[in-house]
C-alpha cells in the first residue's frame, strides 16, 4: 500500500514506489536538463528526513549535473512521530535492504551513467554513506559529511558502519568539523586508520572551525560565517573530487543485484 510521503518541505520531481521487505517505500528523484545520460548520486539523507536541508540539496546536485535520487527511510515511521524522532524506528538490515533497492532501481534507469554513480550523506546520512558503500559494491565514490554514529549499530546482531568499513570497494572522500563531537576529531581519526589499514583510497578534508551540521542551510541553531564559508569550500571541493572520480567501466558493468 502506497502512503503519502511525510515531508517538511517541497520536493519537485519525480516519485517512484519501491516494494523493500513487503513495505512500500517512496523514493524521490531530480533530474539535471537533458537527456543523459548523467553522473548521479544516491543521497542518504540526515535525521531530519525529507525536510528543507534535504530539499536543499535536493535541488543543488542537479544544478551540478548530477541525478539526484534519495530513498524516503521513515517511510515506515508513525505518522504521529516527529520526522527528527522516527531515526528510532530504523534497522540496519533493513535499511542495507532498501539502499540496495534504491540503488538498483537508479541504475535500472537510462538517464544514469552506471560508471559515475556516487554516494552521499549528511550526518545521520553520511553513517548511511559508509553503511551503503561497504554493502553495496557498484559506487564510484562515497562522500560522507560528518557521519555520526559510526560506532554504534542499530539492531541486535549486525556490525556498526565502522566495522565494515573493510568492506569498501570505491575511494571515500569525507568532509569533518573539528568541533564536531559525533564524529570527534578522535573519531575521524580512527575512520582514517582503518581505511589505511585496508588499503581505502580516500582523502579527507577537516576544517578547524566548523562544527556539526555545518553544511546544513536551515540548521536550527544557524551558521556562523566560518561555518557558511567552510560549506562553500567543501561543497566545491566535492564537486572537484567527484569531477576527478575515473569512470571504471567494472562499475560501468555492475549488474543489478
Not at 79 to 101: G, S
Not at 123 to 133: E, P, S, V
Not at 150 to 173: A, N, Q, S
Request: proline share 9%.
Amino acid at each position: 500500500m502506497q502512503k503519502t510521503p511525510r515531508m517538511d518541505a517541497e520536493f519537485d520531481g519525480e516519485t517512484v514506489y519501491l516494494n523493500v521487505l513487503g513495505r512500500s517505500m517512496d523514493v524521490h528523484i531530480a533530474a539535471p536538463p537533458g537527456r543523459g545520460p548523467h553522473p548521479a548520486v544516491l543521497l542518504m539523507f540526515h535525521r531530519g528526513g525529507l525536510d528543507a536541508c534535504t530539499a536543499h540539496y535536493f535541488k543543488e546536485f542537479p544544478k551540478a549535473g548530477y541525478l539526484t535520487i534519495v530513498p524516503n527511510f521513515f517511510h515506515h515511521c508513525p505518522d504521529d512521530v516527529p520526522l527528527h524522532d522516527c531515526k528510532q524506528f530504523l534497522k540496519d538490515n533493513e535499511v542495507v535492504a532498501e539502499i540496495a533497492a534504491a540503488a538498483d532501481y537508479a541504475l535500472s534507469r537510462p538517464d544514469l551513467d552506471r560508471s559515475r554513480f556516487f554516494i552521499a550523506g549528511h550526518c545521520m546520512g553520511g553513517r548511511l554513506t559508509f553503511l551503503g558503500a561497504a554493502t553495496k559494491p557498484v559506487f564510484a565514490a562515497a562522500v560522507p559529511y560528518y557521519g555520526g554514529g559510526m560506532l554504534t549499530h542499530w539492531g541486535e546482531g549486525t556490525p556498526t558502519p565502522f566495522e565494515l568499513i573493510k568492506d569498501i570497494r570505491c575511494p571515500v572522500y569525507g568532509f569533518f568539523g573539528d568541533l564536531d563531537k559525533n564524529p570527534s576529531p578522535t573519531d575521524v581519526n580512527r575512520f582514517e586508520a582503518e581505511l589505511k589499514q585496508y588499503g581505502i583510497p580516500y582523502i579527507f578534508h577537516r576544517y578547524p572551525k566548523a562544527g556539526h551540521g555545518f553544511q546544513n542551510p536551515a540548521r536550527p541553531k544557524g551558521r556562523n560565517a566560518d561555518e557558511i564559508a567552510t560549506a562553500e569550500s567543501a561543497w566545491a571541493t566535492m564537486l572537484d573530487l567527484m569531477r576527478g572520480t575515473p569512470a571504471t567501466a567494472d562499475r560501468a558493468m555492475a549488474r543489478a543485484g
